[in-house]
């Protein structure tokens, strides 16, 4: 699996290598560029299995498998809102907005996940009713192998969104490559039930389109905490603050760091620290090392850093 893995991050880099040029390409076109493509790939792909699903389950009359397609439909919705998100994130800082327009991507994130909820409580109504009052469900092998193979697409695409989502650190993205993962279980579910109700069981339908739409909730109202968290003002994890902590003391000069604050913008992050020099340093000598602080957190961590020069306290001696 290891392999398979490397191989598809293979061809993701030659996909990207075709539009980012290193030295050339800014660290915001970049983003754009990942947004771009991962929103344009889903929403082609999404648009496809809709419609064959959809298809599908009206023909067969299958409460789960239109559930599903149109959890797959709002997977392509999903997209849209990412693609839009990512179009405005890419707007430069103007007079209203001097640090960028990066906190979009978390809109998008939050709108994707408010989507998420409307339609998982739209199918949950739907599946009770269904279980209260079973209907006959058709399919055949054909239906199954459909699904699976649904299934395996929607995986792949998760595993596409969550690599360029790491790769720029979007919650974006990583939040429409879960919606891709949710809807890879779900028609893993589908085919299940397409199965039972071949022998007879046809309330399994009904069982799984409300597992189904549990998925759907489950993975809006996550979304929606963790966009509404950084909205807020969500501070960084403890990896990140070690990180800082790590370059600054780096630094010759540099006896201590405190105070570390980081404002997350999207496509820019801003850090702010206190450093502690010895006391006796000149102005010159202590702005210098402020400046090289900077620069060495700015260059690791792909952030605007500013640095507070505090003398160290003295230890009285007796």
Aim: contains cysteine.
């Amino acid at each position: 699996m290891g392999r398979l893995d490397e191989w598809a991050e293979g061809q993701i880099d030659r996909l990207l290598a075709r539009f980012v040029h290193p030295g050339e390409t800014s660290h915001r076109e970049v983003r754009k560029i990942c947004g771009y493509l991962e929103s344009w790939v889903s929403i082609i792909v999404n648009l496809l299995l809709f419609v064959l699903k959809y298809i599908l389950g009206t023909a067969i009359n299958s409460v789960s498998l239109i559930a599903d397609a149109f959890h797959t439909l709002s997977d392509m919705a999903t997209s849209f809102v990412v693609l839009l998100g990512f179009r405005a994130a890419a707007q430069a800082p103007d007079e209203e907005h001097p640090y960028g327009h990066g906190r979009v991507e978390t809109i998008a994130t939050l709108i994707i996940a408010v989507l998420l909820v409307i339609v998982g409580f739209d199918f949950l109504k739907s599946s009770a009713l269904r279980l209260l009052q079973p209907e006959p469900v058709g399919g055949d092998l054909i239906i199954v192998g459909v699904m699976l193979l649904s299934g395996l697409i929607k995986e792949g695409l998760f595993f596409f969104s969550a690599s360029l989502g790491r790769r720029i650190d979007s919650s974006a993205l990583m939040a429409d490559a879960w919606h891709h993962r949710s809807d890879a279980i779900a028609s893993g579910l589908v085919a299940i039930s397409v199965i039972a109700a071949m022998f007879g069981y046809n309330r399994v339908d009904a069982i799984f389109g409300l597992v189904v739409s549990g998925l759907i909730l489950h993975t809006g109202f996550s979304l929606g905490r963790d966009s509404v968290s950084q909205l807020i003002g969500e501070g960084p994890d403890e990896d990140v603050i070690s990180r800082i902590r790590q370059h600054a003391s780096s630094v010759e000069g540099v006896t201590g760091v405190h105070g570390i604050q980081v404002h997350d913008y999207g496509d820019r992050r801003l850090v702010s620290l206190h450093v502690t020099v010895e006391p006796h340093l000149n102005v010159e000598v202590a702005h210098g090392i402020a400046t090289e602080v900077e620069q060495v957190v700015a260059e690791n961590l792909e952030a605007d850093a500013t640095v507070h020069i505090e003398p160290a306290e003295q230890k009285s001696g007796k």
